[in-house]
């Protein structure tokens, strides 16, 4: 995708050709028009068409080019916080839809998958939140305690049985979390595209939005070739938003993230890691994630940027880590690598805008953005067909604010990632 074989990599040589699409000229009318062809913007979009709204939609490159096309494909419940920290965050109204709602999150996903006939890898066997020493242990048991409070579907492993499900015996425990599971990230984004545009949305890739300007008690959205004009205007931007409301990006600091991925293993090395195929990530604060796709890649990741001097220290990173948890794969090669980037709030929350009249948004989604991104699509839906109001959303109406540190945050991210990499599993 854009000719960067390090902006897709495996996920773009894999994923089922994106629908036929076309950059928008001339003008267009709508009810209402979504800027961004990732998860929230696609699925606002399907779930409007299917109740009989006319819908276009525009993207600066191609769908999923954003964090739809490049994360890791875990379908996770919930948020990174916990969820005593949420309600605590949220209050107990407002926190206690958003768990509801996110903890059913991956079961709308695959809802998804099965109603629209997504092919997309969507293995819905659960993720391991794996622990890494003492520390670890204490986190993940506490993670159990809160979702299981809730009556979530959770199940605290010790080292043995961590080990079986892991096929590594590096880590001291895992939270089994059986609603959550792994899809091929990008696929899924183009089967969302292709269903939105079965029910009739008009979509237009390589058409960024370069103004937006008030007109006729709605909206006018002007590309470089055209023009659409709506009541109503829904932002799907987030992380990667441009200049059209800065405001979205401002508030959040850029946590860069990479991914290896080998190519297809032996079937009986494949057979030896993650036999149920669990996606996992552990508790490091520089964590690590693995997984392995269809086609029995491995998948490695963790925080990073692969550019400049990033390259080769994450790779070598990557290759120490991986002889270190499975030394039955041997020499480690790598047939795709790629990055983006992950958009961080202050509290590690999701957020919800009025940016002006008619124009809404979610964004801040904190790493967790294919399970929220859907089903915060179906709930913009509901609002702006006036099925719900403001007080009966998940999350309250908040105004962006600038993070004035954020340049320097981010950067620190991705210095301070390759600092943790030179060294560790060295030893």
Known sequence: ?????????????SAPPAPQTAALEGAERADLVV???????????????????????????????????????????????MPEVLLQELGPVHGD????VLGEGPAEVWDMVRRHDIACEATPN????????????????????????????????????????LGSAH???????????????????????????EKGVRIYTQSPAVRLLPEGGGWRVETPKGTVQARQVVFGTDAYTTHLWPQIRDQQVFLPYFNFATPP???????????????????KEVLLSFRMDAANRLVFGSVGALRGTGIGVHRAW???????????????????????????TPDNLPRFHILAEGVYTFCGYNGRGIAPGTVFGRIMADFLLGNCNTDALPLPVTTPTARTT??????????????VHLTEGRL
């Open 265 to 283: 293993l032996p079937e009986d090395v494949a057979r030896s890691i993650l036999p149920g195929r669990h996606g996992v990530w552990d508790t």
């Open 35 to 81: 800027i961004g062809g990732g998860y929230t913007g696609l699925s606002s979009a399907l779930h409007l068409a299917e109740r009989g709204v006319d819908v276009v939609l525009v993207e600066a490159n191609q769908i999923g080019f954003g964090g739809a096309g490049r994360n890791v494909g875990l379908v996770n419940a919930g948020m990174w916080v």
């Open 97 to 100: 839809r958003l768990l509801s």
């Open 406 to 419: 954020r340049g320097l945050q981010s950067l620190a991210y991705e210095i301070g990632a390759q600092l």
């Open 1 to 13: 995708m854009q000719n960067n074989p390090r902006s897709h990599g495996l996920w773009a040589q």
């Open 318 to 344: 990557a290759r120490r880590m991986i002889t270190k948890l499975f030394p039955q794969i041997g020499r480690t090669a790598f047939e795709h690598e790629w990055y983006g980037q992950i958009g961080m």
């Open 126 to 165: 659960g993720t391991l939140h794996a622990a890494v020493g003492r520390k670890g242990q204490a986190e993940i048991a506490e993670r159990a305690r809160q979702w299981q409070a809730r009556g979530a579907h959770v199940a605290l492993l010790d080292r043995a049985a961590a080990a079986e499900l």
């Open 171 to 197: 880590f001291a425990g895992a939270l089994l979390d059986h609603r959550a599971g792994t899809i091929q990230p990008l696929a899924y984004a183009r089967g969302l595209a292709r269903a939105a545009q």
